[in-house]
């Protein structure tokens, strides 16, 4: 751990686990019942700064990096890490620790990968909570200029390879400050630590090579699996908890939680203030729902 991981995870331990394909990398601590925490693009397990250590006061907390993010090295490569891939993954992980049942709360991309572990393992999550998200096929359905415009890395990220990976070497910092920025309304709104964080693990080629096959596979074989789960009327047994920024869904026709309520009977949430980066910026909101829930439909 470096020094700024030490002093926001204060009483954590590193995650230093190679379970299956990949070599884990992470923050693991508190006790309780198992809680897996999955980050978002561009980012690594540092975004659950604020929120893992207020869960570990009643949770084991595991935050990894996903696949190929951060320090968490993917060691075979024959086959893209779609969606599905990632979520067997995170099960022999949990596996390996001892979990066999937890919850998941997921953001951004993580929270992809989260819904895609409770459809195809739907006996190991307990209760699944979405920041920011909602389908992958549903996001697509959704696209219009205005989302174009402002999410156009979905379809730069996703073109083949090695194109995005070429042009994204030209200048990392420079592209990964543009899209924080963005994110988090400025620069100057972002904690130093976890800007130094996510700007030296986008700065290692694997890292972005592993973020651009993460949008071609959303773009391809994660869709894919949407719609045959859609066409064959599977849904998420477990809880399914929803929050968004009221500012990124203004003016959309339907609400996360109308259009989840498609994919689990029991789904619950509300919108709240703040951008897109809910753990970072929105975390007291996030904790607010984010307990009583996990409280709701955990147990030891």
Same mark, same amino acid.
């Given at each position: 751990?470096?020094?700024?991981?030490?002093?926001?995870?204060? +009483?954590?331990?590193?995650l230093?686990?190679?379970? +299956?394909?990949?070599?884990?990398?992470?923050?693991?601590?508190? #006790?309780?019942?198992?809680? *897996?925490? *999955?980050?978002?693009?561009?980012?690594?397990?540092?975004?659950?700064?604020?929120?893992a250590?207020?869960?570990?006061?009643? %949770?084991?907390?595991?935050a990894?990096?996903?696949?190929?993010?951060?320090?968490?090295?993917?060691?075979?490569? &024959?086959?893209?890490?779609?969606?599905?891939?990632?979520?067997?993954?995170?099960?022999?992980?949990?596996?390996?620790?001892?979990?066999?049942?937890? /919850?998941?709360?997921?953001?951004?991309?993580? /929270?992809?990968?989260? %819904? !895609?572990?409770? *459809? $195809?393992?739907?006996?190991?999550v307990?209760?699944?909570?979405?920041?920011?998200?909602?389908?992958?096929? $549903?996001a697509f359905?959704?696209?219009?200029?205005?989302?174009a415009?402002?999410?156009?890395?979905?379809?730069?990220?996703?073109?083949?390879?090695?194109?995005? &990976? !070429?042009?994204?070497?030209?200048?990392? $910092?420079?592209?990964?400050?543009?899209?924080?920025?963005?994110?988090?309304?400025?620069?100057?709104?972002?904690? #130093?630590?976890?800007?130094?964080?996510?700007r030296?693990?986008?700065?290692?080629?694997?890292?972005?090579?592993?973020?651009?096959?993460d949008?071609?596979a959303?773009?391809?074989?994660?869709?894919?699996?949407? #719609?045959?789960d859609?066409?064959?009327?599977?849904?998420?047994?477990?809880?399914?908890?929803?929050?968004?920024?009221?500012?990124?869904?203004?003016?959309?026709?339907?609400?996360?939680i &109308?259009?989840?309520?498609?994919?689990?009977?029991?789904?619950?949430? !509300?919108?709240?203030?703040g951008?897109?980066?809910?753990?970072? &910026?929105?975390?007291e909101?996030?904790?607010?729902d984010?307990?009583?829930?996990?409280?709701q439909?955990?147990?030891?």
């Open positions: 751990m470096n020094q700024a991981a030490n002093e926001w995870f204060e +009483g954590f331990s590193k230093d686990v190679t379970a +299956g394909d990949v070599h884990f990398n992470g923050m693991i601590g508190g #006790s309780g019942p198992p809680v *897996l925490l *999955l980050h978002g693009y561009p980012q690594t397990h540092f975004v659950w700064r604020y929120i250590p207020v869960l570990a006061r009643f %949770y084991t907390v595991i990894p990096d996903l696949p190929g993010y951060g320090a968490s090295v993917t060691l075979a490569h &024959e086959q893209r890490w779609t969606k599905r891939r990632v979520a067997h993954a995170l099960v022999e992980l949990m596996s390996a620790l001892g979990h066999e049942r937890f /919850a998941v709360v997921g953001h951004d991309r993580g /929270a992809r990968a989260g %819904y !895609r572990l409770a *459809l $195809d393992h739907p006996e190991r307990a209760a699944y909570a979405s920041l920011t998200v909602v389908p992958t096929i $549903d359905a959704s696209v219009n200029k205005a989302f415009v402002n999410a156009w890395h979905w379809f730069f990220l996703a073109q083949p390879a090695d194109l995005p &990976e !070429r042009m994204l070497a030209a200048d990392p $910092d420079a592209f990964i400050e543009r899209a924080l920025g963005k994110m988090a309304g400025g620069l100057e709104r972002m904690d #130093s630590d976890a800007l130094d964080a996510y030296r693990a986008f700065r290692n080629p694997d890292v972005r090579h592993a973020m651009c096959e949008y071609r959303a773009a391809d074989e994660d869709s894919t699996h949407d #719609s045959a859609r066409a064959a009327g599977r849904k998420l047994v477990c809880p399914v908890m929803v929050l968004w920024s009221l500012e990124e869904r203004k003016g959309q026709p339907h609400t996360p &109308e259009i989840w309520r498609a994919w689990a009977d029991e789904v619950s949430g !509300r919108g709240i203030g951008g897109h980066l809910q753990p970072e &910026e929105s975390h909101e996030v904790l607010h984010l307990v009583p829930f996990l409280r439909h955990t147990s030891s």
